[in-house]
């Protein structure tokens, strides 16, 4: 199930009675502390403020709002991923501060820790096996960014022809999960910096021809 995909029932009748856009953001503070399971429909509703039937009216079910959620968190307090990789004129550069911006944007203490997509999908069983399914596109989507901006580099000349991508982007993806998990257990800013640093440590270079990339 593509995040996207997800229909998302717009109310009918009467106009809604709360800030539709501000209970979104209280669910997916709900859902991004409890995991998607754990997250009761009182304790979304009491974070929401609003009732149960306001929020079946106007967000269709639990799971629409998790999708939902997963989206805004997406385009929001995550939305540091995609633009590192975008805006950075190297390969190493993106990473390094996709790494970086992490370190700081999981710890910061006005959301709760870690990566919400990382750690909703610690928290699925198999009754929840279609979330996991879209929390795993969404996942894999990332993963094919950092692979695409490596490629990108070795065809730059900023590593070596042999390099293989996949691998590559699977290592740092798997240091970010890390970071964030590290982070949910109480790691500080400056200890997954470290982590970060340490990771592109392994960095391949292309030759000593090729200057070190601050």
Same mark, same amino acid.
């Given at each position: 199930?593509? #995040?996207?995909?997800?229909?998302?029932?717009?109310?009918?009748?009467?106009? &809604? !009675?709360?800030?539709?856009?501000?209970?979104?953001?209280?669910?997916?503070?709900?859902?991004?502390?409890?995991?998607?399971?754990?997250?009761?429909?009182?304790?979304?509703?009491?974070?929401?403020? #609003?009732? *149960?039937?306001? %929020?079946?009216?106007?967000?269709?079910?639990?799971?629409? %709002?998790? &999708?939902?959620?997963?989206?805004?968190? *997406? &385009?929001?307090?995550?939305?540091?991923?995609?633009?590192? &990789?975008?805006?950075?004129? /190297?390969?190493?550069?993106?990473?390094?501060?996709? @790494?970086?911006?992490?370190?700081?944007? @999981?710890?910061?203490?006005?959301?709760?820790?870690?990566?919400?997509?990382?750690?909703?999908?610690?928290?699925?069983?198999?009754?929840?096996?279609? #979330?996991?399914?879209?929390?795993?596109?969404?996942?894999?989507?990332?993963?094919?960014?950092?692979?695409?901006? #490596?490629?990108?580099?070795?065809?730059?000349?900023?590593?070596?022809?042999? /390099?293989?991508?996949?691998?590559?982007? !699977?290592?740092?993806?798997?240091?970010?999960?890390?970071?964030?998990?590290?982070?949910?257990?109480?790691?500080?800013?400056?200890? @997954? @910096?470290?982590?970060?640093?340490?990771?592109?440590?392994?960095?391949? !270079?292309?030759?000593?021809?090729?200057?070190?990339?601050?």
């Amino acid at each position: 199930m593509e #995040i996207n995909d997800a229909k998302v029932c717009k109310p009918r009748g009467r106009p &809604l !009675s709360f800030d539709r856009d501000k209970a979104l953001e209280q669910a997916m503070h709900v859902f991004w502390q409890r995991g998607y399971e754990a997250a009761s429909i009182a304790e979304l509703t009491a974070a929401m403020g #609003i009732t *149960a039937p306001s %929020l079946y009216t106007a967000f269709g079910d639990k799971e629409r %709002l998790f &999708l939902e959620a997963i989206e805004r968190y *997406a &385009l929001g307090p995550a939305g540091g991923y995609p633009r590192a &990789l975008e805006e950075e004129p /190297t390969a190493h550069g993106a990473i390094k501060r996709l @790494l970086e911006e992490a370190a700081e944007e @999981l710890t910061r203490p006005c959301h709760p820790r870690g990566c919400m997509v990382v750690m909703a999908a610690t928290n699925c069983s198999e009754a929840s096996s279609h #979330i996991q399914a879209a929390l795993a596109k969404r996942r894999a989507a990332a993963d094919s960014g950092l692979r695409c901006r #490596i490629e990108q580099g070795i065809r730059d000349g900023e590593l070596p022809a042999k /390099t293989d991508a996949a691998a590559l982007a !699977s290592f740092y993806s798997t240091v970010y999960q890390g970071m964030s998990i590290q982070a949910k257990d109480g790691a500080s800013h400056e200890s @997954l @910096l470290a982590t970060a640093a340490a990771a592109m440590r392994a960095w391949p !270079s292309a030759g000593p021809t090729t200057k070190e990339t601050a």
